[in-house]
């Protein structure tokens, strides 16, 4: 079973700067996805950022230009470098893993979560 270990969140001021990382217990081969989301108590998690096995990456409007999704494959290592954060960047972030594979199937895997809140 995959295991997914976010890492890195805490309290920041406004305009101020985190790194989270997710390490995975293995590496994935073929094809697959890398992803942060993010939870709100009270709301769906929704998704931030993601970097996919061919190095593509794409993020949610809300956070481009202020957020560097990134991954170290040497490492088993997702990365998210977040910078200029403002309050509402204030949530429990979620690594999270698909895999598709032959026959067409997806193996997906979340990992537990790591707190960050953004206040004065």
């Known amino acids: 079973q995959v295991q997914l270990v976010e890492s890195g969140g805490g309290l920041v001021r406004p305009g101020g700067s985190l790194r989270l990382s997710c390490a995975a217990s293995?590496?994935?081969?073929?094809?697959?996805?890398m992803a942060w989301f993010r939870q709100v108590a009270g709301k769906e998690r929704e998704p931030v950022a993601a970097?996919?096995?061919?190095?593509?990456?794409d993020y949610d409007d809300s956070v481009k230009g202020r957020f560097t999704i990134s991954r170290d494959d040497a490492k088993n290592t997702m990365y998210l470098e977040m910078n200029s954060l403002k309050p509402e960047d204030t949530a429990v972030y979620y690594c999270?893993?698909?895999?598709?594979?032959?026959?067409?199937?997806?193996?997906?895997?979340w990992g537990q979560g790591t707190q960050v809140i953004v206040s004065s």
């Open positions: 999270n893993v698909k895999v598709f594979e032959i026959p067409p199937t997806m193996s997906e895997y």
């Open positions: 970097i996919s096995s061919n190095g593509s990456s």
């Open positions: 293995e590496r994935f081969g073929g094809r697959y996805v």
